[in-house]
């Protein structure tokens, strides 16, 4: 099994930056998507990005060029660099795993907090 840890959230202003961390428990090969999702106050949770295995990234409409998702696996975690951070972005963001084979994220770590605020 696979355990994975987000961190990296806090309190920033309007256009201001912020890097989320997701370490993963063991190799992270054997996961074909890593994803982000977040969830607002008063919203659902919504899909803002992902990278699958050779590297092609897909976005939100609301956060392309604005946040880019990276990974590194030698050292089982990605990314999401957060630029440009508005006050609709804050939420609690969630990374999430699809594994080789399966059709949905199933796969999730405990949330992060984001606020961007003034």
């Known amino acids: 099994q696979v355990q994975l840890v987000e961190s990296g959230g806090g309190l920033v202003q309007p256009g201001g930056s912020l890097r989320l961390s997701c370490a993963a428990s063991?190799?992270?090969?054997?996961?074909?998507?890593k994803g982000w999702y977040r969830q607002g106050p008063g919203k659902q949770r919504e899909f803002v990005a992902s990278?699958?295995?050779?590297?092609?990234?897909n976005y939100a409409d609301d956060v392309k060029g604005r946040f880019t998702i990276s990974r590194d696996n030698a050292k089982s975690t990605w990314y999401l660099q957060m630029d440009s951070l508005k006050p609709e972005d804050t939420a609690v963001y969630y990374c999430a795993a699809r594994f080789y084979g399966d059709s949905v994220y199933n796969g999730w770590g405990q949330g992060t907090q984001v606020t961007v605020s003034s």
């Open positions: 990278i699958n295995s050779g590297g092609s990234t």
């Open positions: 063991r190799s992270i090969r054997s996961i074909y998507a």
